[in-house]
């Protein structure tokens, strides 16, 4: 079997996408692959370190603004178009997937056009810009949120869960902790500011350095690659306390998910499937920049289960932070209907689904 993936941009796109790869490996390892995504994109690094086929097209998004270089995105689109049917042509896959992000659209129209099987996978609770136009020329529509399918062809729409749900399940091991020179045996909460890391989560953590100094547990604090340098200067001017563990990005997350007891995290789709799948009790701070506030609607899927808490970013400061982080880890009865309700909403044979799909779309 040939399968062409896309999706990019962001980790919330791409892991997906990986995970589908990963799982199609393990069942069938005579499966080709190739990824098609842009330079630009984080898809370039993370693609590539796992040693699977990537080919880069030319492509920027739209701008939801009337603007000269919506004009010159139109041009790039076609000219994208026209490199992915040449791609296509000569790779001849049985089926193309794209997991979001701009980079998809001229692929998976390009496939389609060329009546190639095609599917795309919605992460979040509204769609963006590209699934929703693409929503039209594909076969099926591969969800994550029952109300994302509102927003596409009703015959289309096959609720699937999200791949990294089911590459996240495992045995949990604190081995990873000890790695990072934390105790085995502590609390432990993760603070994540989704792939990119997050200006006003990271403002937030670095005022309350010295009180986390004094509390039970510890923390494992992801900066985001871009943030990281300006961090660690700041952390060295108040000092850091031992209990915690700065890092600029994580590549093993499936392991130290497993390792955790509570995520604080940006409300990005592909986060939320993997603390659901294991059960994770969250704080979850939406990023009020994205496409119709879709991450607001994510995380109030998570909060109408009693599964996490909300913190808008308008409320988010260092006692804020602490706060809520006290209310959830030094409360034990809390904790667990916590992890109840988010195991309950979690997907963990999400891949297996949407294998299943492609087969269905390959068959037909
Ligand atoms: C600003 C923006 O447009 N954000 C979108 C983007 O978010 P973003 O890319 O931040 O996506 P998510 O939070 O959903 O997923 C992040 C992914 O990166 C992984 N990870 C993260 C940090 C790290 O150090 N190591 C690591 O491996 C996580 O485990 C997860 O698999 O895609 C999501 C899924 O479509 C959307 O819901 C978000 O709104």
Known sequence: MKIVVSGGGTGGHIYPALALIRTIQAKHPNTEFLYIGTEKGLESKLVTRENIPFQSIQITGIKRSISLENIKTFIRFFKGVKDCKRLLKSFKPDVVIGTGGYVCGPVVYAAAKQKIPTIIHEQNSIPGLTNKFLSRYV????????????????????????????????????????????????????????????RPINEAVIKSLAEFAEKPYQIVYVTGEVHFNEVEKEVSLVGKPENIVVAPFIHNMPDLLRGVDLVISRAGATTLAEITALGLPSILIPSPYVTNNHQEKNASALTEKGAATMLLENNLTGPQLIKSIDEILLNDEKIMKMKKAAKGMGIPDASDRLFKVMQDVIEY
């Open 139 to 198: 076969n099926k529509v591969a969800t994550c949120f029952d109300s994302a399918g509102e927003f596409f062809p009703k015959e289309k729409v096959v609720l699937t869960g999200n791949p990294r749900a089911s590459e996240v399940i495992g045995e949990q091991n604190k081995d990873i902790l000890q790695s990072l020179g934390l105790s085995a045996n502590k609390k432990t909460v993760l603070i994540v500011g989704g792939s990119r890391g997050a």
